[in-house]
C-alpha cells in the first residue's frame, strides 16, 4: 500500500501563490508517476499536472504557464507551485500516485481563492 500526505492548502487572495506538497510513504516503486488533481462541487475531479519519476510533466491548459509541478525521488515527495491564482482555482486538491493500473490518493487540501 501507499499512503499519501498533502499540505500547503489555504485561503488566497486572487494573484497570490500556494505550494503544495504531498509526500507519499509505503511501498514505492521507483517508477511511478504523482500528481494533483482537483475537484468543485458536482463535478468531475480532473487533472492539474502530473510528473513521473523520469521528470517528464503534464499540465491541464488552464494551469500552464501559472503551475508548476516537481518532484524529490530521495523524499518521494511531489510539490505543486501555484502562482497567480484565480478564483476559479478553488478547488480540493488532491494528490495521486500510480504504477501501471494501481492508483493512490490523498485526503485532500482545500484551496480557496478569494476575488
Known amino acids: 500500500q501507499v499512503q499519501l500526505a498533502e499540505s500547503g492548502g489555504g485561503l488566497v487572495q486572487s494573484g497570490g501563490s500556494l505550494r503544495l506538497s504531498c509526500a507519499a510513504s509505503g511501498s514505492i516503486f521507483s517508477v511511478n508517476t504523482m500528481g494533483w488533481y482537483r475537484q468543485t462541487p458536482g463535478k468531475q475531479r480532473e487533472l492539474v499536472a502530473v510528473?513521473?519519476?523520469?521528470?517528464?510533466?503534464n499540465y491541464a491548459d488552464s494551469v500552464k504557464g501559472r503551475f508548476t509541478i516537481s518532484r524529490d525521488n530521495v523524499k518521494n515527495t511531489v510539490y505543486l507551485q501555484m502562482n497567480s491564482l484565480k478564483p476559479e482555482d478553488t478547488a480540493v486538491y488532491y494528490c495521486n500516485y500510480g504504477v501501471g493500473s494501481f492508483r493512490s490518493w490523498g485526503q485532500g487540501t482545500q484551496v480557496t481563492v478569494s476575488s
Open positions: 510528473i513521473t519519476s523520469g521528470g517528464s510533466t
